[in-house]
């Protein structure tokens, strides 16, 4: 996995991480080197892990590891469709191998959609082919009353 990288962000976090750039602005020895969650120096990891804990205990809801938000990361553009060669390379997954075995379990529920796809492709290509025939069954009888035409002239 490669640690250092770029990748698209949101527009709501863009627009988020700027208004935060514009309060600090106005901080004492602001400069572009501060940091997102911190200022000249980084949050310290625990400090995080510590607000996160307390927050979700506020709020009712289950603490989870700040890795599980990773996975959250992940499993929300897969549950939408997203494509797993583009999830892996979000996630710095350098082998799509291990995407596909750490989320595989999601696209269980997908074997459906499979099903329905192949049952629609079908009827449609069933359509299809009945259409021709009736068109070839049109176009042969057309076929047979200009020969009869053409008898009757003779």
């Known amino acids: ?20 750039y514009d309060n600090c602005g106005s901080y004492y020895n602001f400069n ?10 980084p949050l310290p990891e625990t400090t995080s892990r510590d607000r996160k804990t307390k927050n ?19 499993s929300l553009p897969i549950n939408s469709g997203a494509n797993i060669t583009l999830v892996a390379k979000y996630l710095g997954h350098s ?6 075995n750490t989320y595989s379990h999601m696209y269980r529920n997908s074997l459906e959609n499979i099903v329905k796809i192949i049952e629609v492709q079908n009827t449609k290509l069933l359509e299809s082919k009945q259409k021709n025939y009736q068109n070839l069954q049109k176009q042969l009888l057309i076929i047979k009353i200009q020969n009869i035409m053409i008898m009757m002239k003779i």
């Open 56 to 74: 979700a205990f506020k709020t009712g809801v289950k603490d989870i590891r700040v890795h599980d938000f990773r996975h959250s990361c992940a």
């Open 1 to 20: 996995m490669s640690s250092y990288r770029t990748i698209p962000i949101p527009n709501f976090l863009l627009k988020y991480y700027k208004d935060l």
């Open 95 to 100: 082998i799509i191998d291990e995407t596909l």
């Open 32 to 41: 572009d080197n501060w940091y997102i969650f911190g200022n000249i120096d």
